[in-house]
C-alpha cells in the first residue's frame, strides 16, 4: 500500500503564494506519474497539474498555468506544487494522487487514472 500526505496548506491574501509538498511512503514506492487535483465546496475534483516520476514532464490546467509550478525529488519521493499569484478561485482542497501506470500523457488530467490519493489540504485565498 501506497501513503500520500499533504501538507503546506493554509490561509493566504490574494496575490499571495502558497507551496504544498505531498510525501509519497509505503511498499516500495514507484509512481510512473504524480499529480495535483483539487475540489471547491459543491464543484467537483478538477485536474491542477501533473509530473511524469522518471523524465519529470510537467502538465497544467489552463487556470493555474504561468503561477504555478509542479517538481519532484526522486530521492525524497516527494512531488510540491508552487502556487504564486493565488486567487479567491484557488480556494479548494488540493489532493496529491499517484499513478503507478502511466502510458498516456492526455490521461494525467483524468482523476480516474490514479491508483492513490492523499488525504488533501485545505487552501483558502481571500480577496
Known amino acids: 500500500q501506497v501513503q500520500l500526505v499533504e501538507s503546506g496548506g493554509g490561509l493566504v491574501q490574494a496575490g499571495g503564494s502558497l507551496r504544498l509538498s505531498c510525501a509519497a511512503s509505503?511498499?516500495?514506492?514507484?509512481?510512473?506519474?504524480m499529480g495535483w487535483f483539487r475540489q471547491a465546496p459543491g464543484k467537483e475534483r478538477e485536474f491542477v497539474a501533473a509530473?511524469?516520476?522518471?523524465?519529470?514532464?510537467?502538465y497544467y490546467a489552463d487556470s493555474v498555468k504561468g503561477r504555478f509550478t509542479i517538481s519532484r525529488d526522486n530521492a525524497k519521493n516527494t512531488v510540491s506544487l508552487q502556487m504564486n499569484s493565488l486567487k479567491p478561485e484557488d480556494t479548494a482542497v488540493y489532493y496529491c494522487?499517484?499513478?503507478?501506470?502511466?502510458?498516456?500523457?492526455?490521461?494525467?488530467?483524468?482523476?480516474?487514472?490514479?491508483?492513490?490519493w492523499g488525504q488533501g489540504t485545505q487552501v483558502t485565498v481571500s480577496s
Open positions: 494522487a499517484a499513478d503507478s501506470h502511466y502510458v498516456l500523457s492526455y490521461r494525467l488530467v483524468e482523476a480516474n487514472e490514479y491508483d492513490y
Open positions: 509505503g511498499r516500495t514506492f514507484s509512481a510512473a506519474a
Open positions: 509530473i511524469t516520476w522518471r523524465v519529470g514532464g510537467t
